[in-house]
């Protein structure tokens, strides 16, 4: 059973940057396309990125496009989300989470797709 576990969350002034870690346990994260995503409260769920699992191939959303940067060490089962000039939009419950390859052949936001989650860290965004 693969098992995410985010971290990195916490609170953070206006523009200011974090960096998040989602540490995987149980399989190899080499096959896995890896999700982030986003609530906060009163809101849906929101996709804010995915990279592949070789780590080549990325997408965002509108909404984060050049202030989150999604990177991945795969050796050491270890995916980053890079978050910059961060707002009040920004603060939610971050959780990131995983999809075979076979299942997400390339990077989507589609939650559906997603068969492992993690419990989320949380950012705030506050001065």
């Known amino acids: 059973q693969l098992q995410l576990v985010e971290s990195g969350g916490g609170l953070v002034q206006p523009g200011g940057s974090l960096r998040l870690s989602c540490t995987a346990s149980g399989y190899t994260l080499d096959i896995y396309a890896i999700g982030w995503f986003r609530q906060a409260p009163g809101k849906e769920r929101e996709g804010v990125t995915c990279?592949?699992?070789?780590?080549?191939?990325?997408v965002y959303a509108d909404s984060v496009k050049g202030r989150f940067t999604a990177t991945r060490d795969n050796a050491k089962n270890t995916i980053y989300l890079q978050i910059s000039s961060l707002n009040a939009e920004d603060t939610a419950v971050y959780y990131c989470?995983?999809?075979?390859?076979?299942?997400?052949?390339?990077?989507?936001?589609?939650?559906?797709?997603?068969?492992?989650w993690g419990r989320g860290t949380q950012v705030t965004v506050s001065s």
């Open positions: 990279i592949s699992p070789t780590g080549d191939s990325t």
């Open positions: 989470a995983a999809a075979h390859t076979l299942v997400a052949v390339s990077p989507t936001l589609n939650s559906d797709v997603y068969d492992y």
